[in-house]
């Protein structure tokens, strides 16, 4: 059976939407604050409509066996620097975890930028019952935005007031 969730996140960042888009756009900025947990990991980014991303590590966490981590995406919209639309897919141990389509839509204010990150979500193999499933990728979601502010307020310091 499979699972379907959705979840939206939206936060205020101190820069303008161009520059929020660039740290999605550039591989390098991206790997900054874009990354897979565990070590040995290895990215590919082709940021176009059709492209995608491609992310690999292996993790290992207390008292577990190494996971083989897989991140994969496909670009399906990218509207001038206010919208990006994409596909993904988790796969541990070559099985696929789930699949999302995500949104984020960046809105201009008068300080800096409104990020709405939208992602819904299909569960297709669960963690023991599954319900601790969403909760984990809300957080890997919020741990990332975290990484993306921190990667913009380094480049940009005096302009980061919170």
């Known amino acids: 059976m499979v699972r379907h969730d959705t979840f939206t996140i939206s936060r205020h960042l101190d820069v303008l939407p161009g520059e929020v888009f660039t740290a999605f756009a550039d ?23 059709g492209g ?52 984020v839509q960046l809105d201009p204010e008068a300080d800096g930028t409104r990020l ?7 569960f297709v193999r669960y963690t023991e019952d599954g319900s601790a499933d969403l909760a ?4 890997g979601c919020v741990l990332r935005l975290n990484g993306l502010d921190a990667a913009l307020r380094s480049g940009h310091p005096r302009q980061h007031r919170r």
């Open 27 to 49: 591989s390098t900025i991206r790997q900054r604050w874009f990354r897979l947990p565990g070590s040995g990991a290895s990215y590919e980014h082709d940021f176009r409509v």
């Open 52 to 103: 995608g991303e491609t992310a690999r590590s292996t993790f290992t966490g207390l008292d577990t066996a190494p996971e083989r981590l897989e991140y994969r995406s496909r670009y399906i919209d990218i509207a001038g620097t206010h919208r990006i639309v994409y596909g993904y897919e988790a796969v541990v141990d070559d099985d696929l975890r789930w699949t999302s389509l995500v949104t």
């Open 116 to 122: 709405h990150w939208t992602e819904q979500v299909a």
């Open 136 to 139: 984990h990728l809300r957080g």
